[in-house]
Every structure is written in C-alpha cells, then in structure tokens.
C-alpha cells in the first residue's frame, strides 16, 4: 500500500511564505515524475509545478518566480516553497506521484490528501 502524505499547510498573510512537503511511503520500487496541484472553491484543479527523477521541473505561469519545487530522492518527498502568497493562491493543494511498487509492476499515479492552504489580504 502507498501513502503520499502531505504537511505545511495553513494560514498566512498575504506575502508570507510557506512550505509543503508530501513524502511517498509503502510498497514502492521508483518514483518517477512528482508533482503540486491545487484546487480552489469552485474551480477545477490545475497543476502548480512538476518536476522529474533527473530535477527538469516546470510551474504553472501564475506562480513562476515565486514558488520552488524540489525532491529529496534518497526520502522520495517531494516540496513546494511558496513564497510571496497572494489571496489567489488560497487552495487544497495536493501532491501527485508516479510510481511504480515493484520491477515490473506498472507505473501507477497516486495522490495526496490534500492540505489547505489560505492567505489572507
């Protein structure tokens, strides 16, 4: 069984800063492509920024500048620095894993649980 498992979200005040970590646990083999997704109220969920096994990483244009993706392989946990939050950016955020719980299991997408993140004006 995997488990993505999200922490670092919250309230903060418009300009602040905060960081997400989501480490992937259970049955897993290799971790392929991790990503951050957000959901607003009332709004479909959009990527935020992605990166690979070997650090390529793209962002969603609305966040380009100030948030950063990183990934610590050795503890398969991905990480989201969000700096200079506006209001806009108030959303569950998830985590996303490609993953693969064997050598020759397939490659599988997981998600998070989702933790909320709000910023206030």
């Known amino acids: 069984q995997v488990q993505l498992v999200e922490s670092g979200g919250g309230l903060v005040q418009a300009g602040g800063s905060l960081r997400l970590s989501c480490a992937a646990s259970?049955?897993?083999?290799?971790?392929?492509?991790m990503a951050w997704y957000r959901q607003a109220q009332g709004k479909q969920r959009e990527v935020v920024a992605g990166?690979?096994?070997?650090?390529?990483?793209d962002y969603a244009n609305s966040v380009k500048g100030r948030f950063t993706i990183s990934r610590d392989n050795a503890k398969n946990t991905v990480y989201l620095q969000m700096n200079s939050l506006k209001p806009e950016d108030s959303a569950v955020y998830y985590c996303?894993?490609?993953?693969?719980?064997?050598?020759?299991?397939?490659?599988?997408?997981?998600w998070g649980q989702g933790t909320q993140v709000t910023v206030s004006s």
């Open positions: 996303n894993a490609v993953l693969k719980g064997s050598r020759w299991s397939s490659w599988d997408n997981y």
């Open positions: 259970g049955s897993i083999f290799s971790v392929n492509n």
């Open positions: 990166i690979t096994t070997g650090g390529n990483i």
